[in-house]
Nanobody, 126 residues
């Protein structure tokens, strides 16, 4: 069992920045690749970013490339999502999740992730 808790969301103006954190407890954090997803009202859950177990491989959805940066600190059991140049269309609930498969296979599919956090709301005003 892995328990994930996200924090760092909030209300920010367009062009602003936020840093999300996801702290894991339970099983060995470094055994999992970690992903960030987001879900806006009325929309399906969307892949945002993935980081490998060691942190040397990262992936992003095209809409956030160059603006968001995923990182992790295995000593602190924490994965981060630094979000810069935020846009109103980034408004969503952001959740982190564990991926036993690492970054192989179709990592954009939520069904390939195991444990999920409860999410943190990010609202970007225009």
């Amino acid at each position: 069992q892995v328990h994930l808790v996200e924090s760092g969301g909030g209300l920010v103006q367009a062009g602003g920045s936020l840093r999300l954190s996801c702290v894991a407890s339970g099983r060995t954090f470094s055994n999992y690749a970690m992903g960030w997803f987001r879900q806006a009202p009325g929309k399906e859950r969307e892949f945002v970013s993935l980081i490998s177990r060691s942190g040397d491989v990262t992936y992003y959805v095209d809409s956030v490339k160059g603006r968001f940066t995923i990182s992790r600190d295995n000593a602190k059991n924490t994965v981060y999502l630094q979000m810069n140049s935020l846009k109103p269309e980034d408004t969503a609930v952001y959740s982190c999740a564990t991926r036993w498969l690492g970054y192989s296979g179709n990592y954009i599919l939520p069904s390939t992730y195991g444990y999920w956090g409860q999410g943190t709301q990010v609202t970007v005003s225009s």
